[in-house]
């Protein structure tokens, strides 16, 4: 071997191996406790992809692009002066990403957090766009009663 291949290239940093620990901190015990700071994030359970890795990325994101093709819809449907089929349309396409998130074990990049995490929010979510846009003015779909008093009682 020449010193020519053993000298690193132009611009390279020489990688040194890493010496053994030596005395008595040799053999370091991992605590089973979870760390004061947090070094590293998990992936989201259900987080891989919904498709295998030799097929075209659309189609591994397809809950994804689901439910933001559902929002989408929705809220072109709102530029063109269809509020109330917008905005259901938009809270059934969170409704959708609820389900997908329980009946699917791999959802992709629909995972953002923990299961019962994302299920709570897009399902309130969604359930809350789709109430409130059939109770919306003028001419509601659905009447609760007692809404009206609490907003009487609370603005007064």
Same mark, same amino acid.
């Given at each position: 071997m020449t010193a020519e291949?053993?000298?690193?290239?132009?611009?390279?940093q020489r990688q040194e191996p890493p010496a053994p620990p030596t005395g008595p901190g040799r *053999?370091?015990?991992r605590s089973r406790r979870f760390p004061l700071i947090t070094r590293d994030t998990a992936r989201p359970e259900g987080g891989g992809r919904a498709a295998p890795g030799a097929a075209p990325a659309p189609a591994r994101q397809w809950p994804?692009?689901?439910?933001m093709g559902g929002v989408g819809l929705g809220l072109?449907?709102?530029a063109l002066d269809a509020f109330r089929a917008g905005t259901v349309l938009i809270g059934l396409s969170l409704l959708a990403g609820a389900f *997908?998130?329980?009946a699917l074990p791999e959802v992709g990049m629909l995972a953002v957090r923990?299961?019962?995490t994302d299920m709570l929010t897009y399902g309130l979510l969604g359930a809350a766009i789709v109430l409130l846009s059939l109770m919306a003015q003028p001419d509601p779909w659905v009447s609760i009663?007692?809404?009206d008093d609490v907003v009487h009682f609370t603005v007064r």
């Open positions: 291949a053993s000298e690193p290239a132009a611009g390279e *053999f370091i015990r994804l692009l689901t439910v072109l449907i709102v *997908f998130r329980w923990s299961r019962f009663p007692f809404l």
